[in-house]
Each structure stands twice: as structure tokens, then as C-alpha cells.
């Protein structure tokens, strides 16, 4: 298999664990273990007491399954597929689903997987791009008309990464139909989705609004700030579907990590709490973001997110983005991802709005800005 490097992982690769701040993550803050672990209740605790390492079941635990299903209106436990994170289920999704006769569409710039596992299938694939002059909004109907009859696969990552768009739910009753019209799959990446900054504006999961072919993509990453459990999962109703997933997994990882399972679970059952602890830490980022904006209106220009744990701001001076990005690093240890790693030109950076030492980032590039005149 040849597949062009992942920009935005490489780049992480790089800097991640070399630098004080992490001001670009788009994971929430992660949870302890003894937190965690204090969560969880008495037949969970006794599961995580009573672990044995051994194989698990491929599919997942049916227990974890089970609470899966239950973040979604029509899903039951046999429409759930467990994956060793979300990167797992787009790899196999994709893999299973396209070849050289087949379009796809994605939105564009994102998570880089969505697109260049397609692309190295041999697959046309048309990017749909998200434009700040137009609120970095979805348009739907321009989304729709990029659809044709050889479309295969559409992808939508709503909430977005990196522009914190979430569609309206006349925009999203317009994709599904339009995938509906020439009986594509819907990738729905809904890894964000539990952070919008209004609940009231929540969309259906793409695998409740597209019976036949939607495709919800879920992980405990990033709302659930549990990234390094690695457990990620696809769930629909489309059966034929995730058994050719099912298959391409045995050449992945087989199965899931048992502790990472358990874990899971107890997070799951618990997300009540672990959703409200993840809200909070994004909405007091938000308002640290704000202010920065407003107070360097001469240097930034953004489009406030809707929804997700980043945004998208654009630098209108002291670019281009990535010099000022090294320059950043390398004075304060204070990590930005440029959209070069996006593949995207322009002067935008993805800022990180989930992690809990982002007071202390901010005044250290605010220290910098200050000396950069
Ligand atoms: C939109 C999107 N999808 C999928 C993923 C992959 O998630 P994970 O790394 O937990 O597998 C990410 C991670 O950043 C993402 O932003």
C-alpha cells in the first residue's frame, strides 16, 4: 500500500512531547485513572478487578456495545463495530468501501485520513472546501451538487476539525438526502459531537438520519477525553457494511485492548460527568480565546466555532503562519499547527481549545506578541 504522509501526525510527531504547551491538541484534557476509576460502578469495577489479558472479542466487549448504542437514538448493540480509535474505523470504512471506479466527497481542509485513505484506494475524490469568507459554513446545497452517480462515499466531520463548523439541521437533512438520491455511504465523523457550545444546535447522528447507509464515527479522544484508551467505533445500520469492516480488521488489530475496554465503559456509563467536565474546560478556553482575539483584533482574525474543541484563526501579520509558528515554538515551547499541516494555504493555525494549561500557553504567547512589536 502506498499513502502520503499524515502532515498533521508527522508534525505532531515532531513537536507533541518535546514542547511546554500544547496549544493545537484537539483531545480534551485527559482523565486520571484514579478518577476514572472512581466513577465507575459495581458491576464495572468488578469487571476492571476481575480482567483477565487475554484475547477480547473482535467485535468489542457486548457490554461496551451495549453503551455505545445508547448515544444513539436507533442503534442497538449488533450495529456497533469496535475499533482501536476512530483512525482505526476510517482506515478499514474507507479500505472496504472504494476503488479506482469510485468518487468521494469530503470536506475539506480536515483530519487527513478522511480523504487520503480514498485517494490511495485509487478513488476520485472532489474535497469540499470550507470557506472563512462564508463563516466557514457547510453549504449544503454546494456540498450536494458536487454528488454524482458514481459517488460512493460522502464524508462529513461535524462538528469540524479544524474549523469548529457544525452544519444547521436543514444543511444536514440536505446532505443526507442528497446521499439518499444516488445511494451513497455517509461517513458521519462525529467525534466532537457533545461540544456544541449550544446543545439546543446537537444534529441526529448520521446513523440514525440515514438508515440505510449512514455512518456514525464515534471515540472516546475527544469528548469523552479519554485519547489514550485508543477505543474508537463505527456504528450503522448498514450490516453488509460493517462485516467487510469486521474482516479488513482482522488484518488491523483483531481486537480491542482489554483494559482500554473496561475503561471505556465505566467512562461511557459515567458521561454524564465526563461530558459536563469536558464542556466546562472548552467553554472557560473559549472565553481565554476570545479575549486574545479581541485584544489582538490587529493581528488575528477568526470565525468563532460552533461547536468541537478547536478554531481556526487566520494570522493577519507577522507571517507567514509557519515561520511565525517556529518562531513561537522555539521562543516559548508554545506549539500552533499551521495549515500548511492541513494542506491548506493561507495564514490560518489550529488553536486547541481542551486542554487545561491554556491560561498559561495564552500568556506566554501573549509574552511573545509583546516582544514581536
Ligand atoms: C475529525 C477527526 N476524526 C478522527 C480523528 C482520529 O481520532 P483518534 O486519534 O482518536 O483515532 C481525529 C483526531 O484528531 C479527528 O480530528
Not at 480482567?51 to 449488533?78: F, K, N, V
Not at 439546543?200 to 464515527?217: K, T
Request: hydrophobic residues 50%; proline residues 5%; contains cysteine.
Amino acid at each position: 500500500m502506498r499513502i502520503a504522509d499524515f502532515a498533521l501526525e508527522r508534525y505532531f510527531a515532531r513537536w507533541e512531547f518535546a514542547v511546554r504547551h500544547v496549544l493545537c491538541a484537539s483531545d480534551v484534557e485527559g482523565w486520571s485513572m484514579a478518577e476514572l476509576l472512581a466513577l465507575a460502578d459495581d458491576e464495572a469495577r468488578g469487571l476492571w478487578d476481575g480482567l483477565r489479558l487475554g484475547y477480547t472479542e473482535s467485535t468489542g466487549h457486548p457490554l461496551l456495545r451495549a453503551e455505545i448504542a445508547s448515544l444513539y437514538e436507533t442503534i442497538g448493540p449488533d450495529d456497533v463495530l469496535v475499533f482501536a480509535g476512530a483512525e482505526e474505523a476510517i482506515f478499514c470504512l474507507v479500505s472496504v468501501l472504494v476503488g479506482p471506479a469510485d468518487h468521494v466527497v469530503c470536506t475539506w481542509p480536515g483530519y487527513q485520513s478522511l480523504y487520503e485513505v480514498a485517494r490511495s484506494a485509487g478513488a476520485k475524490v472532489s474535497l469540499h472546501a470550507l470557506r472563512e469568507a462564508d463563516g466557514w459554513s457547510l453549504e449544503a446545497d454546494r456540498l450536494a451538487r458536487s454528488i454524482r452517480p458514481e459517488t460512493r462515499l460522502v464524508i462529513v466531520n461535524a462538528p469540524h476539525n479544524p474549523t469548529g463548523m457544525l452544519p444547521t439541521r436543514d444543511e444536514w437533512a440536505a446532505v443526507v438526502a442528497a446521499c439518499e438520491s444516488v445511494g451513497a455511504v455517509l461517513l458521519a465523523d462525529e467525534v466532537y459531537r457533545f461540544l456544541e457550545l449550544d446543545p439546543a444546535d446537537r444534529l441526529r447522528a448520521g446513523a440514525d438520519a440515514y438508515p440505510a447507509h449512514g455512518v456514525s464515527l464515534g471515540v472516546m479522544s475527544k469528548s469523552f477525553a479519554m485519547a489514550g484508551l485508543r477505543i474508537g467505533w463505527l456504528a450503522t445500520h448498514d450490516h453488509a457494511l460493517l462485516e467487510r469492516c469486521m474482516a479488513l480488521k482482522d488484518y488491523t488489530t483483531i481486537c480491542s485492548s482489554a483494559p482500554s475496554e473496561i475503561l471505556a465503559l465505566i467512562g461511557l456509563r459515567a458521561r454524564e460527568t465526563v461530558i459536563d467536565r469536558s464542556r466546562a474546560i472548552v467553554a472557560g478556553n473559549l472565553v481565554r480565546i476570545e479575549a486574545l482575539m479581541e485584544s489582538h483584533a490587529d493581528r488575528f482574525a477568526w470565525v468563532p466555532p460552533r461547536a468541537g474543541s478547536v478554531a481556526f484563526p487566520r494570522l493577519l501579520r507577522g507571517g507567514p503562519v509557519d515561520a511565525f509558528t517556529a518562531r513561537l515554538v522555539e521562543a516559548e515551547g508554545v506549539l500552533l499547527i499551521p495549515a500548511s499541516a492541513f494542506g491548506f494555504g493561507g495564514d490560518h493555525f489550529r488553536i486547541g481549545l481542551g486542554r487545561t494549561d491554556l491560561p498559561e500557553a495564552v500568556a506566554r504567547l501573549e509574552a511573545f506578541l509583546a516582544r514581536e512589536g
